[in-house]
């Protein structure tokens, strides 16, 4: 009697060493506003910052996604689809309107941002050394250095002086405040701005149009979900009609863009997926403040400057962090 009494111990004993190893994975729930192929090196960053925190997808956590492919609209439905899901963190890199619509969706599950917004001014956190109890995340200088992307288009085309600015309009406030810092720089550089509005694919094609029939000579893509989702789109369209453009994604210059500016999603997007991990690990949101990106980067693409027919001035060459030849 006494032996069995002590083999059954033992099995009282061992339960809960079973149970904690057979915890279930954590699931993070990615509510992307673009699409997967705009977003690879974005992703690649996001999970290297994850797994330096302590998580590998496919090992010991599971990552759902879901993408709105440049539709602002679908955003809330999605966000509402994971928190049904109920995952332990909602993140939501690259897209204010994302980082909204998780907040409207959930005040419990804990929600990372990245964003190029200012994420006070945008109603994300009300600051950013103490964010709300469930967010917090990374600020990228995105909209911040909208104006020096017009100067360095007004560097490397100096007898331009009308450009168009390509805006998604439907993307409101966030949009709307870009324009104005361009509006307000443009007659420092004596150049004349023309807002041309794209939303969808239609819109994109219509605005080219108008490009060509206005003989612009060159094009500042304002950052927002949409244009990322469509960012081979627009390279392709900027080559077509031969249109020497800049815009915030380095990867637009990769895929045939002139050039790219800005901060570098490569460091905020490791950032998030180290704030991930630290909040699976138990930390809580509004403990971690809002962290500010601090690096830049100027890409160039040589060989669409030489299609173009644009010299690059030497001043730029030396200032650039990639040059694509």
């Known amino acids: 009697m006494r032996r069995r009494a002590f083999i059954a111990g033992l099995g009282a004993a061992a339960c809960p060493l079973t149970a904690r190893s057979q915890q279930p994975t954590p699931v993070v729930g990615y509510l992307g506003s673009a699409s997967p192929d705009a977003w690879a090196t974005r992703l690649k960053a996001f999970r290297e910052g994850l797994k330096e925190a302590g998580f590998e997808e496919g090992r010991n956590v599971i990552i759902e996604y879901r993408w709105a ?6 955003l809330p439905e999605l966000a509402g689809d994971l928190v049904r899901r109920n995952v332990a963190v909602l993140v939501t890199p690259g897209s204010a309107p994302a980082a909204l619509a998780a907040k409207a969706a959930t005040r419990t ?20 050394n103490h964010p709300d109890s469930n967010i917090t995340g990374i600020a990228a200088l995105t909209f911040e250095t909208g104006p020096k992307r017009l100067a360095i288009l007004h560097e490397a085309l100096p007898s331009v002086n009308r450009i168009a ?4 309009s439907s993307a409101g406030d966030v949009v709307g405040r870009q324009v104005k810092d361009l509006e307000a720089v443009a007659p420092q550089l004596g150049m004349q701005l023309l807002i041309l509005s794209a939303s969808d694919d239609p819109e994109l094609e219509t605005a080219f149009a ?5 003989h612009v000579g060159g094009l500042l893509i304002v950052a927002d979900p949409f244009a990322n989702s469509r960012i081979k789109q627009i390279a392709d369209l900027t080559l077509r009609h031969a249109i020497p453009a800049i815009f915030v994604n380095p990867q637009f210059a990769t895929f045939g863009g002139l050039m790219s500016y800005s901060g570098t999603i490569i460091e905020t997007h490791h950032l998030a997926g180290g704030y991930v991990g630290r909040i699976l690990k138990g930390e809580r949101p ?5 962290i500010q990106g601090t690096k830049v980067e100027l890409i160039i693409n040589l060989k669409t400057a030489k299609a173009l027919g644009v010299t690059i001035p030497p001043t730029l060459l030396a200032t650039a962090d990639e040059l694509i030849e």
């Open 69 to 74: 492919d440049g539709n602002l609209d679908r």
């Open 109 to 128: 599950i804990p929600i990372v941002f990245e964003t190029g917004a200012d994420p006070v001014a945008a109603g994300l956190v009300a600051s950013l």
């Open 165 to 168: 600015v390509l805006v998604n």
């Open 210 to 214: 108008i490009m060509q029939k206005e």
């Open 286 to 290: 509004g403990d971690l403040p809002v």
